[in-house]
């Protein structure tokens, strides 16, 4: 038996029997202790080997609630499978092409198996219609309890997480139970985790590596109080987050950028001191990738007033490929920004730091960069030139990383792709260095804007549009136009309410403008104004520079 399940059932019959997680907050929570989710997955594995799952088989999986999923991704790892949270449709989604899209990633993962719940039961119809099998999981969890977990070891898959790019071209990281045990174990000791005392709270999506594997895997293998609500609640009500932490004395919790900029915006208008209680956290990550210093000192500032303390900030780095995470800044340090001369960064790919004091520090001749830690125990990063040469501290290129969480691979439409070179390092296309053992991110090479020899990072422009009075928070968008060739420019596509006013339009436009150059000493070819929604996003809530770029071509290259 795998290390990871050993250890999952261990706690499931140890501290499992006291501690659990509770779900269908705010309407009607229910708590179940992890021993009693094991027993349902228990029942549910039951079910799928008596079904004739195969063991080494990939199970596809379409559900919101997280009572039904807990149990489902154990229950398939007992059985000796390997699970895929599918993508969710949304009211907008065309359901035809999603139920393409869906046959071909059951393709790619070699599943003809969906098991299927609440909300998306209903959409049994749809996969009828296009011959998909599946089974839904309340149904499953009637079973008779499987006698014993399906022996796998080490090098087995565990999961099969689909990425965050088009849907049109899918892949999944390949994590083995290897990968999983060695991350989730380094992740535990890195955060000094306790099963005695942390509470984590968490609305993240299941089909996003941080929601399935920080905020559901970790506390049910190591056996941790978990508060968990979907997307959907959050964003239907974003002070659920504070109340939840409040409620339930959450210590440990998680979100993107734009999470904490709404709710920071959103705690700093509430007129009662004494609504929420936030003295009890002790951790709140944030590992997107850069870390937007204004939202997060935003969130720190509105969550004071509620006791909140400024050094449960937890910067991070992550990606899927390293299972989940890569690298935690020291506990109880808060975020620390290292500000660097802007012209070196972007001309000669050096971070040469500006000390305190330094009268440039709040100008637009500086960037400021999240420190993100060391790598976690069992991992190694490097920094590496456009040559291949290795670099040293506080020289910029890009990060690549080895060791036992990394995936040995993904899984595509065209078969499997080897991810690891002959040392066993993975390019993670992602651009940063290294400050005493620290990693620091810049952004992704493929997002790099590059003018004049100049290499203008995108997260730069849209921190300075998203300052403009009237852009959503995280709906701004810096794209690159011809790129590769010596005429490349940039536009910035952002959303706004006032969208439709054309004189607010203008306005938004005209200081976008300006903001933008007066940051980077470069003016963007267009400025486009739209509807709030319209940005492209991944399922996880990112917007896409790609697939915004190719949508509004044609109205950038009008300059218009």
Request: aromatic share 6%; glycine share 8%; net charge negative.
């Given at each position: 038996m795998s290390r990871f399940v050993d250890t999952m059932i261990a706690s499931a019959q140890a501290d499992g029997t006291q501690r659990g997680m509770v779900t269908g907050e705010p309407s009607e929570p229910v708590r179940r202790t992890w021993a009693e989710v094991h027993g349902r997955a228990r029942r549910l594995a039951g079910g799928l080997t008596g079904g004739g799952f195969d063991p080494g088989g990939a199970v596809a999986?379409?559900?919101?609630?997280?009572?039904?999923?807990?149990?489902?991704?154990q229950g398939v790892w007992?059985?000796?499978?390997?699970?895929?949270?599918?993508?969710?449709?949304?009211?907008?989604?065309?359901?035809?092409?999603?139920?393409?899209?869906?046959?071909?990633?059951?393709?790619?993962?070699?599943?003809?198996?969906?098991?299927?719940?609440?909300?998306?039961d209903q959409l049994a119809p749809v996969l009828d219609e296009n011959g998909i099998q599946y089974r839904t999981i309340e149904t499953l969890l009637d079973d008779e309890p499987i006698a014993e977990p399906v022996a796998t070891d080490e090098d087995a898959l565990a999961l099969l997480q689909l990425t965050s790019g088009s849907t049109a071209e899918p892949k999944a990281v390949r994590i083995t139970h290897g990968n999983l045990y060695s991350n989730i174990s380094a992740m535990a000791r890195r955060s000094e985790l306790d099963p005695g005392s942390d509470v984590m709270v968490s609305w993240l999506p299941t089909f996003h590596d941080m929601g399935m594997v920080g905020f559901l895997t970790v506390p049910m293998t190591f056996g941790i109080e978990l508060v968990k609500v979907t997307p959907v609640d959050f964003l239907s009500a974003p002070l659920l987050w504070p109340e939840l932490i409040t409620r339930y004395g959450g210590t440990i919790?998680?979100?993107?950028?734009?999470?904490?900029?709404?709710?920071?915006?959103?705690?700093?208008?509430?007129?009662?001191?004494?609504?929420?209680?936030?003295?009890?956290?002790?951790?709140?990550?944030?590992?997107?990738?850069?870390?937007?210093?204004?939202?997060?000192?935003?969130?720190?500032?509105?969550?004071?007033?509620?006791?909140?303390?400024?050094?449960?900030?937890?910067?991070?780095?992550?990606?899927?490929?390293?299972?989940?995470?890569?690298?935690?800044?020291?506990?109880?340090?808060?975020?620390?920004?290292?500000?660097v001369e802007a012209g070196p960064l972007e001309s000669e790919d050096r971070a040469v730091v500006v000390p305190e004091g330094d009268t440039r520090r709040g100008t637009e001749q500086v960037r400021g960069f999240a420190v993100l830690g060391r790598p976690l125990d069992g991992i190694e990063a490097q920094i590496v030139g456009n040559g291949g040469d290795v670099l040293g501290e506080r020289e910029v290129g890009e990060i690549r990383l080895r060791g036992e969480a990394i995936t040995p691979g993904y899984l595509t439409v065209d078969g499997p792709v080897e991810t690891q070179d002959a040392g066993g390092w993975f390019a993670t296309g992602d651009i940063g260095y290294l400050v005493d053992g620290q990693l620091v991110i810049c952004g992704r090479s493929k997002d790099v804007i590059i003018l004049g020899g100049r290499n203008i990072y995108p997260t730069d422009i849209e921190?300075?549009?998203?300052?403009?009075?009237?852009?959503?928070?995280?709906?701004?968008?810096?794209?690159?136009?011809?790129?590769g060739t010596r005429r490349e420019r940039f536009a910035v596509v952002l959303e706004s309410k006032a969208a439709g006013d054309e004189a607010e339009e203008s306005r938004i436009v005209k200081e976008v403008t300006a903001r933008v150059r007066d940051t980077v000493d470069a003016r963007p070819y267009a400025v486009l104004v739209l509807p709030t929604g319209s940005l492209p996003k991944t399922p996880s809530g990112k917007v896409q520079r790609g697939a915004t770029a190719e949508q509004y071509r044609e109205r950038m290259d009008a300059g218009a």
């Open positions: 999986v379409l559900a919101a609630a997280p009572e039904l999923i807990a149990p489902t991704v007992l059985a000796g499978g390997s699970v895929t949270m599918l993508h969710q449709p949304t009211p907008r989604t065309d359901l035809a092409d999603w139920a393409a899209d869906t046959l071909q990633v059951l393709r790619m993962i070699g599943s003809d198996l969906v098991l299927l719940g609440e909300p998306f919790t998680a979100a993107p950028n734009f999470a904490y900029a709404i709710v920071g915006r959103r705690l700093a208008r509430v007129d009662d001191d004494d609504a929420y209680d936030l003295s009890t956290l002790r951790i709140a990550l944030n590992g997107a990738e850069p870390i937007d210093e204004t939202a997060v000192a935003a969130f720190a500032d509105a969550g004071g007033r509620f006791g909140m303390p400024a050094e449960c900030v937890f910067p991070a780095y992550g990606l899927a490929e390293a299972t989940l995470a890569v690298s935690f800044a020291p506990l109880s340090t808060g975020l620390t920004v290292d500000v921190r300075a549009a998203s300052s403009v009075d009237g852009v959503r928070a995280g709906n701004a968008v810096a794209v690159r136009l011809e790129a």
